[in-house]
């Protein structure tokens, strides 16, 4: 990959560093702090970094103070980032030359057919229950059609990972998501071709974050692989849903953290982790919990699950 990497020297020995990516889409809630805590003590345990990065890549999707409000709950929760955040939307044209090199390697083709043709097109259901794209377009845009999205034509092979929690995992790239978006018709990059240039970029080795992006592990591994970037290793955590076993977030109305009183919902997330921590500390302070979990963290306690309810 052409992108200058933090650490160059290639004989160097990659030290361990992870990442904290939000989508600035509204506040920190209770599953968002679950990703950031695992993230951070794994790093911290195994005397890594740990990198903040803004995913604002997504301007329609991304809430006005959304950010702010996010990196001072982090504050307020005790987290200690390295080096400055990076914010995707300033990482545009970075996006724009990895694009550029996989339609050079014809890797990467345009594609002309709206919402309607691909959900009528046949192409059946993606791993995330979306319409899985029937490849229209893969041999060549048809007569008379404009470039609305520029797709990657993936292989009909198995990608293969080990998760560092749930073990083996694989995917058929072609059978259970088809050719996915890389620029789409908006003009907004897509949010798989930005986290896999910017974990690039920033030298990331290890990937904790939440089992929702699971799914995506595959055609994060198989971009990086055409765009000559090395595979970080991923860990997925389980995922804190609500009864009716939806992910927390704004749309299922997740209450945003409490930034006056960080102490119970750190608890909480050491818990859900699978930490144990001492029930003497369930009122205790974020400082207080901090040393105890930098003190005690094992990523072998944390469930290996894909999700847990949370109780009511
Ligand atoms: N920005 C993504 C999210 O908030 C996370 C990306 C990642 O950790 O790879 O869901």
Redesign the pocket.
Known sequence: MSYELPNPDPCAPRHYRG?????PSGPLHFG?LV?ALGSCLEARCRGGEWLVRM?DVDAPRTVPGAASTILRSLEAYGFAWDGPVLWQSQRLAAYGEALAQLQAAELAYPCGCSRKEIAEGGGGRSVDGAPRYPGICRHGLPPGRQVRAWRLAVPDIEVDFEDGLLGPCRQNLQQNVGDFVLLRADGQYA?QLA?VVDDAFQGITH?V??A??LD?TPRQLWLQDCLAAPRPAYVHLPLATNEAGEKLSKQTRAPALDDADPGPALYRALAFLGQEPPLELSRAGQVELWAWALAHWQLDKVPARRSIVLPA
Do not use: K, M, Q
């Open positions: 990442r904290f990516a939000p989508s968002s990703a995913e949010y986290v990937v974050r939440g929702d992006l995506s």
